[in-house]
């Protein structure tokens, strides 16, 4: 073989190594590229879905835990119908009636992202088989709710005004507010209105237990498909104020104490423990924050086990044994013979005397 052929033969190799290269370049970096945007907007859904799942969850847990301990929910008891909304000013939407008013405003926020996931979620790609587990779960929420007489479609119509269109955002709770004091608007939320009224006056409550459970269990399993920490427990945790020795308070996970709790979601995310207990911390489960029981102070008066080191030195007497701590021994002088052994009291030269 002539070097021409051979001079052929290696250009054709390389330009054939390189057009592979290139070719496999290509399609790595378009897989890539739609690999990202997988995952941009299935974070852009599902995040968004648990942090409002994660919130009502913890609002209706303060209700059940209201109720459960007083039999009602104070702060909510602010209406005995939902057209008492109409009229109503900026004032009362932020003072008295915020509590009500914020717990209809998430709940139609929490519309809003279901809606949305259920409309789009052909387009996620979701790891394994919860292509499959999600709306599964989705729709056990929307279940729950239809069981509180918030039934499905009018679930999506009020996710539907929580949105602000064209921007696709959702409505600040000032926003909301407007809507509710207009009889209009305010009439496709009253479903809700009317739930939150019962429950804070102690009604419906195994319809809420079923809330909060469909609500724990879609929340375990956005926190597993993210692979993010516990997000309800962190939730209720970044409320949760316990004094110093104080009793255990309202918590995110089974209690393990023998006190007789309710616990409001699933596995018990509420338990307010209220019998007896074996200790200021028993009953403390999941998402608790044991109390730090105060160091205790003793009383003044002689020390019953002073420190060997600080002692006092008796005194000595005629009948007192070896003296514990070494003295300095008194030099009597130079002395006849050998020099005497380095001793305790060697080279600190003559004792003045007394």
């Known amino acids: 073989m002539d070097a021409l052929s051979v001079t052929l033969i290696s250009a054709l190799t390389s330009g054939a190594i390189s057009l592979t290269l290139a070719w496999v370049s290509g399609r790595q ?25 994660a919130e009502v969850h913890h609002r209706l847990s303060l209700y059940a835990t209201s109720v459960e301990r007083d039999g009602c929910y104070p702060p909510a008891q602010v209406l005995a119908d939902p057209r008492e909304m109409e009229g109503k000013g900026a004032d009362w939407f932020a003072g008295k009636g915020v509590a009500l008013g914020s717990s209809v405003w998430m709940t139609a926020c929490l519309f809003a992202q279901m809606t949305r ?24 929420v929307h279940a729950a ?3 509180c007489e918030i039934y499905y479609a009018t679930q999506s119509s009020i996710g539907t005004d929580a949105l602000l269109e064209p921007e696709g955002r959702l409505r600040s709770y000032r926003e909301f507010c407007d809507l509710l004091a207009e009889p209009d608007r305010r009439v496709w939320a009253d479903p809700v209105t009317w739930f ?49 020795g104080g009793s255990p308070g ?50 003044p008066g002689p020390d019953p086990s002073p420190d060997p080191v600080l002692r006092p030195i ?15 021994t ?21 004792d003045p005397g007394p």
């Open 145 to 147: 709710f239809a069981a």
């Open 314 to 328: 008796p005194a000595p007497g005629p009948n007192s044994g070896p003296d514990p701590v070494p003295r300095p």
């Open 117 to 140: 996931t259920r409309h789009d979620l052909p387009f996620l790609r979701l790891a394994g088989n919860d292509d499959t587990r999600l709306p599964g779960l989705l729709q056990k």
């Open 250 to 299: 309202t918590g995110t996970g089974p209690g393990a104490g023998a006190g007789a709790g309710a616990g409001a979601g699933a596995g018990g995310d509420l338990d307010a423990t209220a019998g007896a207990s074996s200790g200021p911390d028993a009953g403390v489960g999941r998402g608790r924050v044991p109390s730090l029981s105060p160091h205790p102070i003793p009383a």
């Open 196 to 244: 939150l009224i019962a429950v804070a006056h102690g009604e419906r409550r195994p319809a809420l237990q079923r809330v909060l459970d469909a609500l724990s269990e879609l929340s375990a399993f956005l926190d597993d498909s993210l692979a993010g920490g516990a997000s309800l427990r962190a939730r209720h945790g970044a409320e949760i104020h316990r004094p110093r």
């Open 330 to 350: 008194p030099d009597p002088g130079p002395r006849p013979g050998p020099e005497p052994s380095a001793g305790p009291g060697a080279g600190q030269g003559p």
């Open 29 to 53: 970096q378009r897989r890539d590229s739609e690999r990202v945007q997988r995952e941009t907007r299935t974070m852009a859904y599902l995040n968004p879905l648990r942090w409002h799942t």
